[in-house]
Nanobody
Framework: QVQLAESGGGSVQAGGSLRLTCLAS????????MGWFRQAPGKEREGVAS???????SYADSVKGRFTISRDNAQKTLTLHMNSLKPEDTAMYYC??????????????????WGQGTQVTVSS
């Protein structure tokens, strides 16, 4: 069974940085597309960044140049480096994975497995 566990959230002032990590278990990690999504109170879930099994990445326009997604297939981890954080980045952040060989991109409906989320709060 696929399991995803996020860590690394917290509170930071605007302009600060955080690193989110997602530890995966229960499957052949390198064949899955992985992504980070977020949801703020009263708002719809939105894609933040994704990384396909071939290493190609996608980012939401709102985070381009500030966030970096990466994966370590040997360690089965997914990382999101977040720099120059803004109050509007405040949200619950979720790690997600697709089924093997399936592309994911920024569409949450393409993902089959989800973590429990980790809270990121950015104060002004």
């Amino acid at each position: 069974q696929v399991q995803l566990a996020e860590s690394g959230g917290g509170s930071v002032q605007a302009g600060g940085s955080l690193r989110l990590t997602c530890l995966a278990s229960g499957y052949t990690y390198n064949s899955f597309c992985m992504g980070w999504f977020r949801q703020a109170p009263g708002k719809e879930r939105e894609g933040v960044a994704s990384i396909e099994s071939d290493g190609s990445t996608s980012y939401a326009d709102s985070v381009k140049g500030r966030f970096t997604i990466s994966r370590d297939n040997a360690q089965k981890t997914l990382t999101l480096h977040m720099n120059s954080l803004k109050p509007e980045d405040t949200a619950m952040y979720y790690c997600a994975a697709t089924r093997p060989g399936r592309a994911g991109g920024m569409n949450g409906n393409s993902y089959d497995y989800w973590g429990q989320g980790t809270q990121v709060t950015v104060s002004s």
